[in-house]
């Protein structure tokens, strides 16, 4: 009687023995791991680049904001003492500037 492995098997121990597959999966398990462009790295170079890309679009929205708010304060006079009264609590000589605090209560 005479013991052989299963067809299957031998298939693999076969596959296993061939360079070129050794090789390829050394180049895979390298490229993979190893490598300074690995996949872990390529995944934390796409979570910065969409970090980014949310910080530009935030910034694109404040830039046009504040540019529409400084084209409305060159050309309107009344709105600038507006801005300047509310954002650097500026005032005339004769008039007093009262701050109101309001407390936020907490649920």
Request: avoid cysteine; hydrophobic fraction near 40%; charged fraction near 35%.
């Amino acid at each position: 009687m005479k013991l052989t492995a299963p067809i299957s098997m031998k298939r693999l121990i076969d596959l296993v023995k061939n360079k070129f597959f050794l090789v390829t999966m050394a180049f895979l398990v390298w490229m993979i791991f190893f490598d300074k462009n690995d996949l872990f790295s390529q995944y934390e170079y796409r979570q910065q680049v969409k970090k980014l890309e949310q910080e530009r679009d935030f910034y694109k929205v404040e830039t046009d904001q504040v540019n529409k708010e400084l084209s409305e304060l060159t050309s309107n006079p009344q709105q600038l003492e507006k801005f300047a009264r509310e954002k650097y609590l500026m005032k005339k000589d004769n008039e007093d500037v009262y701050l109101i605090v309001r407390e936020k209560k907490d649920k």
